[in-house]
């Protein structure tokens, strides 16, 4: 599908952010230089077509008080990838789920981002998933320092 300028009008406001308040859109739609009905139907539309996938809350977890993060990375045997992948991704503490290429001396190739409000709980958290999987072979990554939390942003080209 392709995307006129008011179709990424629209993306780029939804991009920004939705203030809490009562009629959120109105200000969206005022700044994307159309009437709240007609951002509201191209926002709709993008949706029912897939190009917007969902709309969230970014929870600053820190803030919130969630301490435990921790990447972990699994050798899972190429027959239980699906089978493995799928489990995890299911599961409310796992943000992020996916696959990746392995390497010589890193043969990790599932890899999922685990939250709990502690270290500990995701810990406890990571033990169930190995347990519950079968799979034993997985190292647990800690975030050393933040350099950049960001969301991507995606811009009409051309």
Known sequence: MK???KDWAVIEQLQNGIAVERRPFDYLARCAGMT???FLTRMLRLKHDGIIR???VRLR???AGVSGNILAVWRVPEEDVERVGTYFAGLPDVS???TRATYEGFP???YTMVHAPTPAQVGKVIRRMSRESGITDYVTLKTL???KKSTPRYRRTG
């Open 3 to 5: 995307l006129d300028p």
């Open 108 to 110: 990790y190739n599932l």
């Open 145 to 147: 320092r933040e350099l």
């Open 61 to 63: 977890h820190h803030a």
């Open 96 to 98: 992020h789920c996916y």
């Open 54 to 56: 969902r709309m969230g």
């Open 36 to 38: 709240l009905e007609e």
